[in-house]
């Protein structure tokens, strides 16, 4: 998480294209990384970049130009609004990055200027993005494992031995090591390989401070250094902190020296051995903060200045000679006093020595040997306080700003703020204060079921201790309420398993875990009703009367009751126990068929010994027994019809049953693991399924063929409910988010769908080259095999979208030749060019327009390697286009940038081709011209747009004070604009006068 200004927070959203006809989301993977950098305008506003790494591989960068983003208090929903007017991204559409091939982007990170991005997954490489350009740069390629973090920094020479400035990166991974890049030679120069396990969390931090000169005494007498700290955490919950210095100012000593990362020390962390989470320091350099997994302290240490660091070593080092000389003198005592020593006791001080000083031995060595000028971590960092929070934390980040406010995410879905002072004395206490606490709506964990009003203008969910209500057409929450019993119980709050709208819309009926049934007025959020003995264990499911005259219950104590709703003495319904239904084993799905006669309706009953039972309604006679499934069903439903039951479970199979003989017409696999929920639609056979494998599926019961698999959930999906219409369906699940899939008027084929299926296929394939490309070789040629290794390769690595636009940039070169052929053959012939007729597939387009307009359409991201694909025939023909474009002053840039990547990456087909010589001496002419052309249009731009910013501020800043103002006497008469301009205007010519 990132705070963007003091108190302001940035917030993500954007409106999803899902809908059933493709199937498709902008989110739909999980978001895995975040990062935000601010930069200034020329005018002055804050241009506030958002970049997201998501599962699917993909890197998606948000930007919004604002001059003042609103507050916190303005983001409350975590449901994206038609209405609502929140702090988003203005664009439609995201720049796209896809360099990772399927593999989760766990890191992404911008440099200071915003300019390049960082970005790192789990198959270990890093790829750096130019972000204005929209192109990747480079794949840095050295990792074994899961990349863990991404800092960029900058360093100057301080020594004036070089003026140039180290563009370096360093990054961590779980493979233990943490390695320097220098970016300028896209090269790893220094590997860091003092962990002992996974490094799970650095950060890189450069220290400013000022020092008096006592040479001087004007205003500028002050020396300004730096200092440059890097502090890894592994898994041994030990900070381990590195000094780094530029190469260059020490290239003259030795090549021991000339490293740019030196050792200084560890921090052995007190009261806890989990493993370190994260590490991240303040924007100022001055305090760090300390996150432990599953934790719910965040540690935070103060930086000494570089004068209290020394003043801390000279007095740790005073104190270690004087234990020194007190031990030198005891061991002269003892030498004095002692008498000979057997074999025995000189094998245990020597064991206990070596216990004492085998693990520290080395590190000991190294802090001796350091210079009087270098101090240690333990001098330059101070544990001053430890936040504690009420839940465990899932991350932190330290607000910019001079005041230290620290953000925070736990784990029951809400943002906590807390502020603490940056103590100036020694003996002052810190302590942190929590600011505010954001609980946005959502479920504070996982939502277990979802019912949908009759209208569908409103949806309930349920979760452990909440039930929320929604308004689907603003995508909000509009009454959230705490469930609780009115018995006195040790719980504080219920579990809720199922819920259910009852009849008029007005009032909610809840089942849970503990055999309580309640009743609540979404309107008032008062509890009006509660059967705190409705069953003797957990309600598994509820279902309403076709008719409204009631509802049945199922749970865990082998019985199905039906319930009748009466009017109470208050004016409210309540709920009646009228009959009960004894089973063999526990109750775990009810549903009531469709039909409105009570002697046609009938009561499907599913249990744990994996058997569903009928009965009818109106006298609980048995029916009809339905045998099949070799796990217990978890949900049911019948069609409208009444014609077919549907039953999915734990066995991940979908059965039709048809009510009539009670047969199987059709057995349905295709969900990976437990089904959880399924409704049919509404007058179709036609179902929907949800899974635990984070899917849902679209059926046909007639054709029994699979419709659409809908990815978006992030975990397991519970339930789902299904509108009146069919025009839309909601599901929700373990990720605590409530989704709507929204029916479109596109057609879907089902051919086009298993090609997708197998495009998915084909990216998972090609993207596990990387993640498989260390494990295949043995540990004998490890080292072999990482000399053979390039550190760096392109950034983009060929996909189905490459492939793709290739093959339409094959294409439309082919279809523009043919019509040049066409044109030339018809010219030939004599007759009127004007009354041929072009080719439709040009689209009314030349054929070099066609061309450029194929060209732009493709991402600049995927250029490249879209150009690689094409053979050499048909890059001479691009360049022939590109030349035509040039002369025309069309498409500068995409034209320049095609030619210099086609030359580069086929430079020795070039050379050896020598047909193409006077096609890339004219192409360079034009290029140089047009470029000089295109900039110094900008320059006289630039200049123009400051010469008018100027002319405004003049403007601005020049005023007039009339010491009688003239009074207005038309004012009030109601007369029109036009009118009361024209007469004013008169006044004002006879006062002239």
């Known amino acids: 998480m990132y705070l963007n200004g003091g108190s302001k927070m940035v917030k993500i959203a954007h409106r999803e294209p899902t809908n059933i006809g493709t199937g498709k989301a902008l989110n739909s993977s999980e978001v895995a990384s975040l990062d935000v950098v601010t930069t200034k305008t020329s005018e002055g506003r804050s241009n506030v970049q958002v970049a997201s790494g998501w599962s699917d591989g993909y890197v998606r960068i948000f930007e919004n130009v604002s001059n003042t983003p609103r507050d916190v208090s303005s983001v409350n929903s975590l449901l994206e609004s038609r209405e609502v007017n929140e702090y988003i991204s203005e664009h439609s559409d995201p720049l796209s990055f896809n360099g990772h091939n399927g593999s989760t982007v766990k890191v992404v990170k911008f440099d200071t200027s915003g300019n390049r991005l960082a970005s790192a997954g789990t198959n270990g490489d890093v790829v750096v993005w130019d972000v204005l350009a929209e192109s990747g740069l480079y794949r840095l390629i050295g990792h074994r494992g899961e990349i863990t973090s991404l800092n960029f920094f900058a360093m100057k020479d301080e020594t004036q031995k070089s003026t140039g400035t180290f563009d370096g990166l360093v990054s961590s991974c779980r493979d233990g090591l943490v390695k320097i890049w220098d970016l300028s030679g896209q ?6 390989t003092g962990h002992r396990s996974e ?27 730096t200092r440059w700290r890097l502090i890894t955490g592994a898994s041994d919950a030990q900070l381990r902190v590195w000094s ?5 100012a020490t290239s003259d000593l030795d090549s021991n020296q000339s490293e740019i990362a030196s050792y200084i020390g560890s921090i052995k962390r007190e009261n806890t051995s989990d493993r370190i989470e994260t590490v991240k320091f303040h924007p100022n350099g001055t305090i760090l903060g300390v996150l432990s997994h599953n934790s719910k302290n965040i540690e935070i240490y103060k930086i000494r200045s570089d004068s209290e660091s020394k003043k801390k070593r000279s007095r740790r080092l005073r104190r270690r000679r004087e234990k020194a000389s007190l031990s030198e003198e005891k061991a002269k005592l003892k030498g004095k006093e002692s008498k000979k020593i057997g074999i025995l006791n000189d094998d245990v001080e020597e064991v206990n020595s070596n216990e004492n000083d085998n693990d520290n031995n080395i590190l000991s060595l190294l802090e001796e040997d350091l210079p009087v000028d270098i101090v240690k971590a333990s001098d330059e960092l101070e544990l001053i306080t430890i936040l504690r929070s009420n839940h465990k934390i899932k991350g932190f980040s330290f607000a910019t700003g001079a005041s230290c406010r620290l953000l925070l995410s736990t784990a029951v879905n809400t943002v906590e703020v807390y502020s603490f002072k940056n103590p100036k004395d020694k003996d002052e206490s810190v302590t942190a204060k929590l600011i505010t606490n954001i609980d946005l709506d959502g479920h504070p964990t996982g939502i277990r079921s979802l019912a949908l009003s009759s209208d569908d203008l409103l949806a309930c969910s349920v979760g452990k201790g909440a039930a929320k209500v929604w308004n689907i057409a603003s995508r909000s929450c509009i009454r959230s309420l705490s469930l609780k019993s009115g ?9 809720a398993l199922c819920c259910s709208f009852l009849p008029g819309n007005e009032y909610v009926v809840v089942g849970t875990r503990d055999g309580v049934l309640l ?11 509660s059967e705190d003995e409705a069953h003797d ?108 039951l549907a039953s999915a479970g734990a066995d991940k199979t979908i059965k039709l049953w048809g009510l009539d003989f009670g047969d199987t ?55 789902l409910a299904m509108s009146r219409t069919g025009g839309f369906i909601l599901s929700a699940g373990m990720d605590r988010q409530v989704r709507v899939w929204e029916r479109t008027k596109d057609i879907v084929f089902l051919e086009e769908e298993k090609e997708r299926e197998l495009e998915k296929m084909f990216d998972k394939v090609d993207g596990s080259r990387g993640e498989v490309r260390a494990s295949n070789v043995d540990e004998e040629n490890d080292e072999e095999a990482d000399i053979q290794r390039p550190q760096s390769e392109a950034a983009v690595r060929k996909s189905v979208i490459s492939v793709a636009s290739g093959d339409r940039i094959a294409e439309a070169i082919e279809t523009a030749d043919q019509e040049m052929k066409d044109i030339a053959a018809y010219r030939k012939t004599g007759a009127d060019i004007e009354k041929r007729r072009p080719n439709p597939l040009l689209i009314g387009l030349e054929p070099h327009l066609y061309v450029f307009w194929v060209l732009r359409t493709i991402k600049h991201s995927e250029l490249e390697q879209s150009l690689l694909i094409l053979p050499l025939s048909h890059i001479e023909r691009l360049v022939y286009y590109l030349v035509v474009l040039l002369r025309k002053g069309l498409g500068t840039e995409l034209c320049a940038k095609t030619a210099i990547f086609l030359v580069k990456s086929h ?12 096609a890339l001496r004219e192409l360079r002419t034009l290029l140089k011209r047009r470029l000089m052309e295109s900039r110094d249009r900008i320059g006289l731009n630039l200049a123009a747009m400051k010469a008018i910013t100027r002319a405004a501020n003049e403007k601005k800043s020049a005023f007039i004070i009339n010491e009688a103002p003239t009074q207005n006497i038309w004012e009030g008469l109601g007369l029109g604009s036009d009118i009361s301009a024209a007469l004013q205007g008169r006044t004002n010519k006879r006062r002239k006068r």
């Open 665 to 719: 017409h059709k057995t349905f696999y295709g969900h990976t693991d437990s089904i959880t929920d399924l409704r049919f639609v509404r007058r179709t056979h036609n179902f929907f399924t949800t899974s635990k494998d984070k899917t849902l599926r679209y059926w046909d019961g007639d054709k029994f063929e699979q419709i659409l698999l809908l990815s978006g959930h992030l975990s397991e999906v519970n339930c």
């Open 519 to 529: 009743l609540f007025d979404y309107a008032s959020g008062d509890i009006t009703f």
């Open 244 to 248: 780094l210095q530029n190469h260059s």
């Open 199 to 225: 490094v799970w969390s650095a950060d890189l931090v450069c220290i400013e401070e000022r020092h008096s000169n006592s040479e001087t005494d004007s205003e500028n007498g002050f020396d300004k250094s």
């Open 907 to 918: 430079e020795n087909q070039i050379i050896a081709n020598h047909s193409m010589a006077s």
């Open 487 to 495: 018995k006195k119980s040790t719980k504080s709050s219920l579990f």
């Open 537 to 644: 264990g957990a309600i598994w499911s509820i279902d309403m009367r076709p008719d409204g005259s009631g509802m049945i219950s199922g749970g865990a104590d082998h019985i199905a009751k039906f319930w009748d709703f009466e009017q109470g003495e208050n004016g409210k319904p309540e709920l009646v126990h009228s009959r009960s239904l004894k089973m063999n084993d526990d109750v775990v799905a009810v549903r009531f068929s469709y039909s409105q006669d009570p002697s046609k309706r009938l009561v499907a009953v599913s249990t744990l010994d994996s058997t569903i039972k009928l009965f009818f309604d109106d006298s609980l006679k048995f029916f009809l027994s339905l045998y099949g499934h070799k796990l217990p069903a978890l949900t049911l439903d019948c069609s409208d019809d009444d014609a077919i």
């Open 187 to 192: 090269c790893c120069i220094q590997t860091l």
